[in-house]
């Protein structure tokens, strides 16, 4: 029932933008903080970026004035934009969140979206 629904990937030039979003939909009562992972193949999942309820931001140092997570509490969503992409930059990236879940008693779990597929070549 709760879910986490990412979209926005695809294949973009080197230098390109895309932007991704993740709905969390379902019986939510609370979102603290959301975020974005990546993996590429043969690579372990990596922390790109999160977001707090409050509005503070983390970025890996390989994103870092390329990339800006933001969220939309009304419409529990969060976004990446992502800007001067580089191949480097090719990976599945899935979003996450520690959610409050009324029917796992209010207590916080973390969830994960799908993931979409972001390729960055010429």
């Known amino acids: 029932q709760v879910q986490l629904v990412e979209s926005g990937g695809g294949l973009v030039q080197p230098g390109g933008s895309l932007r991704l979003s993740c709905a969390a939909s379902g019986s939510i009562f609370s979102i603290n903080v959301m975020g974005w992972y990546r993996q590429a193949p043969g690579k372990e999942r990596e922390l790109v970026a999160t977001i707090t309820s409050g509005g503070s931001t983390v970025y890996a140092d390989s994103v870092q004035g390329r990339f800006t997570i933001s969220r939309d509490n009304a419409k529990n969503t969060v976004y990446l934009q992502m800007n001067s992409l580089k191949p480097e930059d090719t990976a599945v990236y899935y979003c996450?969140?520690?959610?409050?879940?009324?029917?796992?008693?209010?207590?916080?779990?973390?969830?994960w979206g799908q993931g979409t597929l972001v390729t960055v070549s010429s």
């Open positions: 996450n969140t520690r959610a409050s879940i009324p029917a796992m008693g209010y207590r916080y779990l973390e969830l």
